[in-house]
Structure formats: structure tokens, C-alpha cells
T-cell receptor
Framework: AQTVTQSQPEMSVQEAETVTLSCTYD???????LFWYKQPPSRQMILVIR??????QNATENRFSVNFQKAAKSFSLKISDSQLGDTAMYFC????????????FGQGTTLQVKP | EPEVTQTPSHQVTQMGQEVILRCVPI?????FYWYRQILGQKVEFLVS????????KSEIFDDQFSVERPDGSNFTLKIRSTKLEDSAMYFC????????????FGPGTRLTVT
């Protein structure tokens, strides 16, 4: 069975600084997808970034980028130029390429961006 | 921008009672999901649904749970006889395609079983 682990329950960063959130996963599959979702306080979860396991190139979306290390089964999220609006819970998630779209989530990391 | 909606936002029920949690997915989406998050724990997959059938369900999704898409717009989760341990936040999600694509989440329904 696949598992996703986020070992940092809470993190904080100063506005405009860079922060990295860690995520590791375990799977025996070769084809899968990895996601970072953001859940602001009292709001919906929204997708931040997605990575296909078959792609070596790390995904980037504006200030958000990932460091995908397939052999190490590591998928960290880097937020550059942190903004107050980045304050949220961040979830790392795994999806097998061979199932029905089921997402397997990590425990989440609460990120506080300080002014 | 289209979004997934859920009602009610908070439901309080007594143990043994039936509850129905409602979701309105994004209109052109075909794949639907329920997840739950017990306070302080991970978000857990419950069930996926496509073409009026369950595609996959987790071990949590036992005979007390059922899902339905009664009218082509709503997607419901029914718990027949609630237990204290069913207290959680329940999230509905929908997706245009099955695998790899973004799932759009609703704001959740907080279920409290007393």
C-alpha cells in the first residue's frame, strides 16, 4: 500500500523569504502522480502543483516549484518570495496511474507566513 | 470560476441516526469522490464514483455508507446509522478526468455525532 509522509507539522517563514516543505512517499509502482494541495483557513483545498513521475523535469508554477527525487521517493515543495496569502495547510498527495483517481494524502504541514 | 459546493456546512446528529451529506460537483465533471478528515488526522479517501457506479472504495466505506447521484447534479453520501467515530470533516471532490487531473474540492461538511 502506498503511504505519504509529511514530517513537518508546522513551519513559519518571513514574508518574501523562501521555504521548503518536505514530503516522502512509498510505493512499488513506477507510474504515478504527485500533488501539493493548499488549504487556506476555512476555505477549500486547491491544487498548487502537480508532477508526473515519468517526467524528470521538476514542475514549476510561478513562485511554487518542486524537487522531485524519484529514487529517493521525495517530493518537496519550495515557495519563493513567500506572501501572507500563502498562509495555509499544505498537503502532499499521491495518485497511482492505474487506479480510479484516489488521492492518498500526507498529514499536512501548517505554514505561517509572518509579516 | 465554477466550484464544488457542499451542504450543510455543519451537521450535528445523534448516534444511530441517518445523515445525508450533499455535494454539487462542477457541472461538466464526470468523476466524483468523498474524503474525510478526522480532527488532527490525515485526509482519507472514502469512495470514487463514475457513470453511476462506485469505482473504488476504501475499507472505511463499509455497509453503513452509500453514495448516490440522484438527479444528475447532486452527489450524496449517506451514513445509515452514525457512530461516534464518524465525527469528521467530509470533503466532496470532482474531476473532469480520472487519473492525473486536478480534483476540485468542496469546503467540507463538519459532521458531529453525539
Amino acid at each position: 500500500a502506498q503511504t505519504v509522509t509529511q514530517s513537518q507539522p508546522e513551519m513559519s517563514v518571513q514574508e518574501a523569504e523562501t521555504v521548503t516543505l518536505s514530503c516522502t512517499y512509498d510505493t512499488s509502482e513506477n507510474n504515478y502522480y504527485l500533488f501539493w494541495y493548499k488549504q487556506p483557513p476555512s476555505r477549500q483545498m486547491i491544487l498548487v502543483i502537480r508532477q508526473e513521475a515519468y517526467k524528470q523535469q521538476n514542475a514549476t508554477e510561478n513562485r511554487f516549484s518542486v524537487n522531485f527525487q524519484k529514487a529517493a521517493k521525495s517530493f518537496s515543495l519550495k515557495i519563493s518570495d513567500s506572501q501572507l496569502g500563502d498562509t495555509a495547510m499544505y498537503f502532499c498527495a499521491f495518485m497511482s496511474a492505474s487506479n480510479t483517481g484516489k488521492l492518498i494524502f500526507g498529514q499536512g504541514t501548517t505554514l505561517q507566513v509572518k509579516p | 470560476e465554477p466550484e464544488v459546493t457542499q451542504t450543510p456546512s455543519h451537521q450535528v446528529t445523534q448516534m444511530g441516526q441517518e445523515v445525508i451529506l450533499r455535494c454539487v460537483p462542477i457541472s461538466n465533471h464526470l468523476y466524483f469522490y468523498w474524503y474525510r478528515q478526522i480532527l488532527g488526522q490525515k485526509v482519507e479517501f472514502l469512495v470514487s464514483f463514475y457513470n453511476n457506479e462506485i469505482s473504488e472504495k476504501s475499507e472505511i466505506f463499509d455497509d453503513q455508507f452509500s453514495v448516490e447521484r440522484p438527479d444528475g447534479s447532486n452527489f450524496t453520501l449517506k451514513i445509515r446509522s452514525t457512530k461516534l467515530e464518524d465525527s469528521a470533516m467530509y470533503f466532496c471532490a470532482s474531476s473532469a478526468r480520472q487519473v492525473s487531473y486536478e480534483q476540485y474540492f468542496g469546503p467540507g461538511t463538519r459532521l458531529t455525532v453525539t
